[in-house]
């Protein structure tokens, strides 16, 4: 099993700028994936950034709607992933889950954490 703690999250004005981390645990867990989603009520969750890879710097992939303002990074030998938020929106305001992909095939979800941009 494994285990996904976030942290980060909050209030923060519009503009201002946040940075969330995601830190995995589990005997045996090769991580092969790590990215953030977000999900507001009534609405599907949907990718905001990942990253994929077993070493490196890994490949990275970001929402239309948060490329030039969200920045994700890895850190392999932490488990740890990383999202920078810069120039934050209101449109920004949701929860956000860590998810994982080991390379057994496993999908593995954060209980998610706040953020919420006032205007």
């Known amino acids: 099993q494994v285990q996904l703690v976030e942290s980060g999250g909050g209030l923060v004005q519009a503009g201002g700028s946040l940075r969330l981390s995601c830190v995995a645990s589990?005997?045996?867990?090769?991580?092969?994936?790590m990215g953030w989603y977000r999900q507001v009520p009534g609405k599907e969750r949907e990718m905001v950034a990942d990253?994929?890879?077993?070493?490196?710097?890994?490949?990275?992939v970001y929402a239309d709607s948060v490329k030039g303002r969200f920045t994700i990074s890895r850190d392999n030998a932490l488990n740890t992933a990383y999202l920078q938020m810069s120039s934050l929106k209101p449109e920004d305001t949701a929860v956000y889950y860590c998810?994982?992909?080991?390379?057994?095939?496993?999908?593995?979800w954060g209980q998610g954490t706040q953020v919420t941009v006032s205007s």
């Open positions: 998810k994982v992909n080991v390379l057994s095939g496993g999908t593995y």
């Open positions: 990253i994929v890879g077993l070493s490196g710097g890994g490949r990275t």
């Open positions: 589990g005997r045996n867990s090769r991580i092969l994936r």
